[in-house]
């Protein structure tokens, strides 16, 4: 790929019609395709996102949302990042899970979301995704045509050793399909997304899906691209939107070699803990 790497992120609305949000999807894409070469979808974009719904909404992998995924991307020549879909194994184990298409349409692979999202915040919010998701077991670094990259999905962005893990294997752009909500979003949402970018030197992109009224689960919204400096290029709003932004490689070398925090870490010192004072 090229040093830059035109980038956009479809912030869709997503109801209870599987076919809609795909055509919604496929509307978008044709649309941001004719400006950017990756794509991002947001989180659990084929279904709504409820806990007791999604196992009726849950397909294998391959299947056919992953057949639309694959055939978009290689109708439009993109590499795209497939936001994430209920999948369901051999096993009947169902994930949260998330595929990437080479722009010929194959797919590079998938991530499942590894940390699941139970929270119980009493009179705001109460949400366990454990009550229908298996927790996934690996973390990827994806590489397409020079280009590094890891997806963590939603829940997994809030735990540092994994961005730190995938830059530190080479990642230059950690994507974050997510769905954050409107307890969590306005607290954390623009705090996580420049910390983790900036902590790790990559660029980040997280992806929402648009606020939906008639919902159950109300999304923040405000999809973002980040700097490897921490400062947001591109930023959405509640409603559908696409947004652009021009992710520059040879900018990303220029923080690292400038600042170069990685390369400064101590390592063999994070595991010693040296206790002092006296202990009641």
């Known amino acids: 790929m090229d040093k830059i790497i035109h980038t956009a992120i479809c912030q869709m609305q997503t109801g209870y ?21 990756l794509l991002v979808l947001p989180e659990i974009f084929n279904a709504p996102y409820q806990t007791d719904l999604l196992p009726d909404y ?3 992998i391959p299947g056919p949302t992953t057949e639309v995924l694959s055939e978009l991307a290689k109708e439009h020549q993109i590499l795209l990042v497939g936001g994430s879909i209920a999948e369901i ?22 991530h499942r979301k590894l940390h699941l ?20 077991e690996d973390l990827h670094i994806f590489f397409y045509d020079g280009l590094s990259f890891s997806v963590l999905i939603c829940y997994d962005i809030r735990f540092p050793e994994l961005a730190r893990q995938a830059a530190l294997n080479g990642a230059s752009i950690i994507i974050v399909p ?6 969590t979003g306005p607290a954390h949402w623009e705090l996580l ?32 691209v980040v700097d490897p400096w921490g400062n947001i290029m591109a930023e959405a709003g509640t409603e559908e939107e696409i947004i652009y932004a021009k992710i520059d490689l040879e900018h990303l070398q220029k923080v690292r070699s400038e600042l170069p925090l990685l390369q400064h870490r101590r390592p ?10 006296l202990e009641s």
């Open 17 to 37: 019609d599987k076919s809609a949000n795909l055509d919604k999807a496929a509307q978008m894409i044709k649309t941001a395709a004719k400006q950017a070469r």
């Open 58 to 60: 849950a397909e294998t």
């Open 89 to 110: 194994d051999a096993n009947g184990k169902i994930y949260n899970s998330s595929c990437i298409f080479a722009p010929d349409g194959k797919m590079i692979g998938c």
């Open 117 to 136: 999202f139970d929270i119980r915040i009493p009179k705001q919010i109460v949400f366990k995704e454990s009550d229908v998701f298996t927790a996934g």
């Open 178 to 183: 997510a769905a954050f909500n409107l307890t």
């Open 193 to 224: 997304m420049r910390t983790r970018a900036l902590d790790n030197q990559v660029f980040l992109a997280a992806a929402s899906p648009a606020r939906n009224p008639s919902a159950s689960y109300q999304a923040w919204g405000h999809s973002m």
């Open 268 to 277: 063999q010192l994070y595991q010693k803990i040296s206790r002092k004072g």
